[in-house]
Every structure is written in structure tokens, then in C-alpha cells.
């Protein structure tokens, strides 16, 4: 299984930006999988997770401002970001629960 997280970036608090995650290796369309992040100092957390269905779960820290979605045809995973805040700095990873964890997409909010 590889999992490549890309589309982090520096924004400004307020902007937006979108993950994304490429899977190979696995059997996408039946795997539920979570968007994760650590930042410094901090352990890792989950934000949001999605099952091969579609159905959603959200941390309560990002509910309302992030949305995670997947294109099964495409074996790709996205999460999209908005309203962006400073304590949403981190290292953003996915995961289905068993892979190895990928380099992760930094994503630093700073004005």
C-alpha cells in the first residue's frame, strides 16, 4: 500500500487550500480512510474520516470548515480546507488505519 499526500502550503488565516491523497496498492473503493495531522509537540490526531461509502466523520475542531471527500474511480481522497486558522498548522497525513505512514503535506497558517 503507498499513500502520497500533496497540496499543502502557507496561507493566510481565512484562505483555504485542498489535500489531496493518491492510493495504490489496495483495494480503494472498500477501504475506509482519515485524514490525520501532527503538529509540533503534539501527537497525531484524526480530522476526518470517510467510509468506502461516502459517510463522513469530523473532529470537532474542524466540523463545518472541512470536507473530506473521495473519487474512487480516481483511487484519490481529498481534504478540503477552509477558513483556515493558525491552530490548524500541522503535518497533514492519510491513512487507512494500516499503512505505513506516508511524508505527509505541511500545511502552515500565518499571516
Known amino acids: 500500500v503507498q499513500l502520497v499526500e500533496s497540496g499543502g502550503g502557507l496561507v493566510q488565516p481565512g484562505g483555504s487550500l485542498r489535500l489531496s491523497c493518491a492510493a495504490s496498492?489496495?483495494?480503494?473503493?472498500?477501504?475506509?480512510m482519515g485524514w490525520y495531522r501532527q503538529a509540533p509537540g503534539k501527537q497525531r490526531e484524526l480530522v476526518a474520516s470517510?467510509?468506502?461509502?461516502?459517510?463522513?466523520n469530523y473532529a470537532d475542531s474542524v466540523k463545518g470548515r472541512f470536507t473530506i471527500s473521495r473519487d474512487n474511480a480516481k483511487s484519490t481522497m481529498y481534504l478540503q480546507m477552509n477558513s483556515l486558522q493558525p491552530e490548524d498548522t500541522a503535518v497533514y497525513y492519510c491513512?487507512?488505519?494500516?499503512?505505513?505512514w506516508g511524508q505527509g503535506t505541511q500545511v502552515t497558517v500565518s499571516s
Open positions: 470517510i467510509t468506502g461509502g461516502g459517510r463522513t
Open positions: 496498492g489496495m483495494i480503494f473503493r472498500l477501504s475506509a
Open positions: 491513512n487507512d488505519g494500516l499503512a505505513d
